[in-house]
């Protein structure tokens, strides 16, 4: 095999691993094993949004207030925004929602005061939904949830300002 012929291979190797791995980032339809766990790499990071549905200045903003919230008063958020779930996989949002907060463990064990914001963007089934911990249950009900989700969140995010519903969501879910 001359010089040339095994350069070409290694450039077409090297362009079809890099193309499997883009498309991996940027997937349409997510199962619970899918989406990245960013505090696993950053424990700064509380919003996974793999395919960039928010501006960073807005992710910035949210990991400022979800950290701070986590320090002052033990309250564990993580925001997940994605494009679309696996529908035969999951029944609902809320289902999925429900086994993504269990598998990643949002909360801590003693106390379960965890909270998962989960936003999806498809424009055919655009939703959003919380799951909270136990140990929130009792200051942040369903009713209060959807509340919020319909007052503050819903509004900004039919015009595509979903990075800034998901702000004002944070900032009630604070008050509370």
Same mark, same amino acid.
């Given at each position: 095999?001359?010089?040339?012929? *095994?350069?070409?291979?290694?450039?077409?190797?090297?362009?079809?691993?890099? =193309?499997?791995?883009?498309?991996?980032?940027?997937?349409?339809?997510?199962?619970?094993?899918?989406?990245?766990?960013?505090?696993?790499?950053?424990?700064? @990071?509380?919003? =996974?949004?793999?395919? &960039?549905?928010?501006?960073?200045?807005? %992710?910035?903003?949210?990991?400022?207030?979800?950290?701070?919230?986590? &320090?002052?008063?033990?309250?564990?958020?993580?925001?997940?925004? *994605?494009?679309?779930?696996?529908?035969?996989?999951? /029944?609902?949002?809320?289902?999925?929602?429900?086994?993504?907060?269990?598998?990643?463990?949002?909360?801590?064990?003693?106390?379960?005061?965890?909270?998962?914001?989960?936003?999806?963007?498809?424009? &055919?089934?655009?939703?959003?939904?919380? %799951?909270?911990?136990?140990?929130? %249950?009792?200051?942040?009900? &369903? /009713?209060?949830?959807?509340?919020?989700?319909? @007052?503050?969140?819903?509004?900004?995010?039919? %015009?595509?300002?979903?990075?800034? /519903?998901?702000?004002?969501?944070?900032?009630?879910?604070?008050?509370?």
């Amino acid at each position: 095999m001359t010089t040339r012929r *095994l350069y070409q291979g290694l450039v077409v190797w090297i362009v079809s691993w890099l =193309s499997v791995g883009l498309s991996a980032q940027t997937r349409d339809v997510y199962s619970v094993e899918d989406v990245p766990n960013v505090q696993l790499i950053d424990s700064t @990071r509380f919003v =996974s949004d793999p395919n &960039d549905a928010i501006n960073e200045a807005d %992710e910035a903003a949210l990991n400022q207030r979800i950290g701070h919230l986590r &320090d002052s008063l033990d309250v564990e958020i993580a925001v997940v925004v *994605l494009p679309a779930i696996d529908g035969d996989t999951y /029944g609902s949002a809320r289902e999925f929602a429900n086994e993504l907060f269990n598998t990643w463990g949002i909360g801590k064990k003693e106390t379960d005061r965890g909270l998962l914001i989960l936003l999806i963007t498809n424009e &055919d089934n655009r939703e959003i939904t919380f %799951e909270v911990g136990y140990g929130l %249950e009792g200051e942040l009900t &369903d /009713g209060l949830c959807k509340l919020i989700q319909k @007052r503050r969140m819903i509004p900004p995010m039919k %015009e595509g300002r979903y990075g800034e /519903g998901l702000l004002a969501g944070v900032e009630e879910v604070r008050k509370i």
